[in-house]
């Protein structure tokens, strides 16, 4: 039996940053930080209005409440 142990490369440790805003005030911050330019984070909003969320620039959205 082979066990392999190979370190990651460099960019496997590149850390990943999500930002989740949760209700109005949350996708308003989102979406203030997507108008802003803020790179190399990704988005996410949730929300139980869906009129709101309609509105959102994030690419994941979730509806909460169905």
């Known amino acids: 039996m ?9 960019r496997e ?10 209700g109005g005030g949350g996708c308003n911050a989102v979406n203030n930080m997507i ?13 139980t209005d869906a009129q709101a969320l309609a509105s959102s620039q994030a690419e994941r959205i979730i509806q909460m409440g169905l």
């Open 13 to 22: 440790l590149k850390p990943r940053i999500m930002v989740c805003g949760i």
């Open 35 to 47: 108008t802003s330019g803020l790179s190399g984070v990704d988005f996410l909003v949730a929300n």
């Open 2 to 10: 082979t066990i392999n142990l190979k370190a990651p490369e460099l």
